[in-house]
């Protein structure tokens, strides 16, 4: 079983920061996938970045990138140059990569992060 | 761009409708995905398909039926309508390739009277 942890309910960041949101995971597939995803107030969920276990580097996107510790465990969000509209629930998940077609690759959610960005 | 799209933004029903949440997306994406978010609670999914005419049951499918008769509709059912299904209903896609993630649509914000 797939376990996502986010400890942080509630982050506020300054605009113009740099702003670390946490994520650990717990699983014992060898190989799987880490996704973050931005919901603001109106709902709609978007996907901001994806991180393979398999990748030797840390994915970027942009203003985001994603500081992927495997040994820990760990996948935090790193936002740079917060802006006003960052502010939204983060939401960090994961799946099993490399499984055969069929499965139709569900996701594991964390509970989220509610991120306000102050001007 | 990857397009899902929800019916309805809000929706009101009373208890012991026939309701229905329909999902299109326009990628041919071969998985479909309905969950339901709450406070406190997360997303939690209710069904997903990976072809037509498939499916599966997620974590709490009790009281919901889904339907996927093409590949790029997935239909949301709710038998008999009752207070505790109030919730925002998400729908997503995806290819059914590694590193593809889901799309997700705007989501329904269902009210049950």
């Known amino acids: 079983a797939q376990k996502i942890t986010q400890t942080q309910p509630g982050m506020f960041v300054q605009e113009k920061e740099a702003v670390t949101l946490d994520c650990t995971y717990d699983?014992?597939?060898?190989?799987?996938?880490l996704f973050w995803y931005k919901q603001p107030s109106s709902g709609e969920m978007i996907f901001l970045i994806y991180?393979?276990?398999?990748?030797?580097q840390n994915a970027t996107e942009g203003r985001y990138s994603l500081n992927f510790q495997k040994a820990r465990k760990s996948a935090n969000l790193v936002i740079s140059a917060s802006q006003l509209g960052d502010s939204a629930m983060y939401f960090c998940?994961?799946?099993?990569?490399?499984?055969?077609?069929?499965?139709?690759?569900?996701?594991?959610f964390g509970s989220g992060t509610q991120l306000t960005v102050l001007p | 761009d990857v397009k899902v799209t929800q019916s309805s933004r809000y929706l009101v029903k009373r208890t012991g409708e026939k309701v229905f949440l329909e999902c299109v997306q326009d990628?041919?994406?071969?998985?479909m995905f309905w969950y339901r978010q709450d406070p406190g609670l997360g997303l939690r999914l209710i069904y997903f398909?990976?072809?037509?005419?498939?499916?599966e049951k997620g974590d709490i499918p009790e009281g919901y039926s889904v339907s996927r008769e093409k590949k790029e509709r997935f239909s949301l059912i709710l038998e008999s309508a009752s207070t505790n299904q109030t919730s925002m209903y998400l729908c997503?896609?995806?290819?059914?390739?590694?590193?593809?993630?889901?799309?997700f649509g705007d989501g329904t914000r269902l009210s049950i009277l």
């Open positions: 997503a896609s995806s290819f059914d390739r590694d590193n593809q993630p889901q799309h």
């Open positions: 998940a994961m799946r099993e990569e490399l499984i055969s077609s069929g499965s139709a690759r569900q996701l594991t």
């Open positions: 991180q393979g276990s398999y990748d030797e």
């Open positions: 990628m041919d994406h071969e998985n």
């Open positions: 398909s990976y072809d037509v005419k498939m499916k």
């Open positions: 699983t014992s597939d060898q190989s799987y996938g």
